[in-house]
């Protein structure tokens, strides 16, 4: 091994994982083959330290299990490297042990000192789910010495050690200190998914660590984790910081390619889960791979109706997704009875965040949906599309976190090689706005920020604008803070919906802003059950505004807040209870900042002019104008077309709306405007004027 690395031997079998490739999947034909298969070896395929629920397994299995773990046999020795240096980017294997046992190991040797010990995670359900685990390893209560900070969410408390957090919360807290002085530790973890707030939080704690550390009276120490990553970019970054090398264990993945290319994946998932539960094991539960809520609400129905008549033990179908409630995220991690076969059904969350460590059977459908940026307009748009080389063996790798398993991609081999070998990072590709604002907020200069990998200059120009258009900034070119973009920056939410909120005592409608800005932070509000479409469909008229889906959504919302049983009267009303919920509990967090800012708790009636008007003050470049004629074609700000989505509540109404506002753009085989409104044209030109005379030189 290179010099420049210090091994750490912990492992059963070090890097070695075997996959065995058989390109003989044909999903069309309902057959598998198995035969002439043949073995490669793969590098660094490797798999997250597995974070298992909490509460579910004893305390005396939860020690037994730590004392299994490869970091447990050399915690000495890497305590001695972690106290020997100031950085260090530490490469953990499968079932290593990194995420859950090192901020242990910290805390047991008081390591943190009088600070605290961040730990960042990219996603909320992570932060949640391996803050739980740890508190119930150190047993403990979490919010005590263990604690998770997510958006809208702080279970922490001042006896607060070891905090488990999203990378944007650090972020956020980075705007009040820019030096992070309450943290003395703070780890960086799956470093490898490139976030744009990961990205960001990298310069920042390279900032905070190089002045801190200048005068030593309140030094940070900084660990950079991952499975893999590109080490030499983020050593070279981190000035030649020493690499750790932590082995794991790695079981045999066989992977199995499809014959043919699948043209409908949701369809090939669902043969394959059949084909294989006829002939595998009850105790080999499945991990399906999809890209959003609804494709796996769509596959979760079709797998209940076959189910009752397939051949095969029970069956147990979980989801796993971003905005999933944590009560239901949890059910990934519960045991299932002997003899039924859990069903996994998750999107590219479960690729490295979380492992479930019983499945044996992955389903790799090989799409993933991604955000990306049009910088001239500021319309965002959400495109399904494959996932790259890198992606595909996370997912295979998730079959081998216990045991040998299998992969079964629904794409061909040739596919898979002439995919990207990497991920775009996201801050190449994302909208900026929210984090520049966070980065002037802090007080740092976003030209001159360091990162490891710069932004396109466009993006960068595109998002000052449009920060300057909402008046958040004093100009683009050498941007402070103006009074206005002061508030913004207090919102935990998108720059253009804080600007709603704080243009809404102008249009009289905090209240109504309040409430929508909030049932648009959440998931899909609307639950349509496949065999009772018509029926959901005909109850959802009595929330239907004739100006589209925004006021659809907050009828929908005053609606549930009258209603005595709620969760009875979700159900008979074809809602997500648990999302509106948590609708309820935005907008008491947004309410909570909207009283600090001393903003004026306001209701417009039914003015709901008002309203539409305040939404459009914030999200003035999502608009789009008819195209004239038949149908419901519309072209955007930034000159290109788009139809209405067939869930939009305008989609049938003739003759279509001038003018629409949407919340966001969708792009699969067609582009499709998103949760949109009727707006009359004329009040763009009274809400930002420059933007609309922009607009009109595209259309």
Excluded at 28 to 45: A, C, I, Q, T, Y
Excluded at 132 to 156: H, K, P, Q, W
Excluded at 198 to 205: H, N, P, Q
């Amino acid at each position: 091994m290179d010099s420049k690395y210090t091994t750490i031997i912990g492992g059963d079998n070090g890097l070695k994982r075997k996959a065995t490739i058989v390109d003989n999947l044909s999903v069309k034909k309902l057959k598998l083959f198995r035969e002439n298969s043949h073995v490669v070896e793969k590098g660094k395929v490797n798999v997250q330290i597995a974070k298992t629920l909490p509460k579910t397994i004893p305390t005396e299995n939860l020690q037994e299990a730590r004392r299994n773990l490869p970091v447990y046999s050399v915690r000495g020795r890497l305590i001695e490297e972690i106290k020997k240096h100031q950085t260090m980017i530490l490469i953990g294997e499968t079932g290593s042990g990194k995420t859950t046992q090192i901020p242990q190991l910290l805390h047991e040797h008081r390591l943190e000192g009088n600070g605290i010990i961040a730990v960042t995670q990219p996603r909320r359900v992570a932060a949640i789910t391996i803050a739980l685990r740890v508190a119930s390893e150190m047993n403990t209560e979490i919010g005590a010495i263990v604690g998770y900070c997510v958006r809208f969410e702080d279970v922490t408390s001042t006896k607060t050690k070891v905090k488990y957090m999203t990378d944007g919360m650090l972020l956020r807290e980075a705007i009040l200190d820019p030096l992070l002085r309450r943290y003395s530790i703070v780890i960086l973890d799956e470093a490898h998914e490139r976030t744009v707030s990961t990205d960001v939080l990298f310069g920042i704690v390279k900032l905070a660590q190089k002045e801190r550390n200048g005068n030593k009276s309140n030094p940070l120490k900084v660990i950079i984790m991952s499975a893999t990553m590109d080490v030499d970019t983020f050593r070279q970054y981190y000035d030649n910081c020493p690499v750790i090398y932590l082995e794991g264990r790695t079981y045999p993945v066989t992977i199995y390619h499809s014959k043919l290319k699948q043209e409908d994946y949701q369809y090939a998932a669902v043969c394959t889960i059949f084909q294989l539960h006829a002939t595998t094991p009850p105790n080999h539960d499945f991990l399906v791979f999809l890209t959003g809520q609804e494709e796996i609400e769509t596959v979760m129905y079709n797998i209940k109706q076959i189910a009752k008549e397939a051949p095969g033990p029970p069956i147990r179908v979980c989801p796993l997704y971003a905005g999933l409630p944590a009560q239901k995220q949890l059910q990934v991690w519960k045991d299932t009875p002997p003899g039924m076969r859990k069903i996994v059904l998750a999107t590219n969350i479960a690729e490295a965040s979380v492992t479930i460590p019983t499945i044996k059977c992955v389903i790799d459908t090989g799409v993933v949906k991604e955000r990306t940026w049009c910088g001239w307009s500021g319309a965002e748009r959400l495109r399904v599309g494959a996932c790259s080389q890198a992606g595909g063996w996370q997912r295979a790798g998730r079959a081998g976190r216990t045991a040998a398993g299998a992969a079964y991609r629904l794409y061909t081999a040739a596919d898979f090689a002439s995919r990207p070998l990497h991920t775009t990072p996201e801050i190449s590709r994302c909208p900026l706005a929210p984090t520049i604002l966070l980065l002037i907020a802090a007080g740092l200069e976003p030209n001159n920020f360091p990162l490891i990998e710069p932004p396109p200059p466009d993006s960068v120009k595109s998002s000052l604008i449009l920060l300057k258009e909402l008046g958040a900034i004093d100009n683009d070119v050498n941007p402070k803070l103006t009074a206005l973009g002061k508030k913004i920056s207090s919102f935990p939410i998108d720059p253009k919906y804080a600007k709603v909120l704080l243009t809404a005592p102008e249009y009289n409608c905090l209240e109504e802003a309040l409430s929508l800005v909030a049932v648009l932070s959440s998931e899909n509000v609307f639950y349509t059950p496949m065999h009772k479409r018509e029926e959901a469909f005909k109850v959802k008229q009595k929330f239907v505004s004739p100006l589209g889906d925004h006021l659809t959504l907050l009828n929908v919302y005053k609606a549930f807040c009258k209603a005595p049983l709620k969760k009875q009267w979700c159900k008979e009303n074809y809602l997500n209870h648990k999302n509106l919920s948590y609708a309820c509990e935005v907008r008491q967090q947004l309410l909570s900042v909207c009283q600090r800012l001393n903003l004026s708790l306001s209701s417009c009636g039914p003015s709901t002019d008002q309203v539409l008007k305040c939404l459009l003050s914030g999200l003035f470049t999502n608009c789009a104008w008819s195209r004239g004629g038949a149908g419901s074609r519309y072209v955007t700000g930034a000159g290109g077309a788009a139809g209405l989505h067939p869930s939009s509540v305008l989609h049938t109404v003739r003759p279509s709306p001038p003018a629409l506002l949407y919340s966001e753009l969708l792009h699969t085989r067609r582009t499709y405007l998103l949760t949109v409104s009727a707006i009359q044209p004329q009040w763009l030109y009274q809400v930002a004027p420059e933007y609309a005379r922009r607009c009109r030189a595209n259309r």
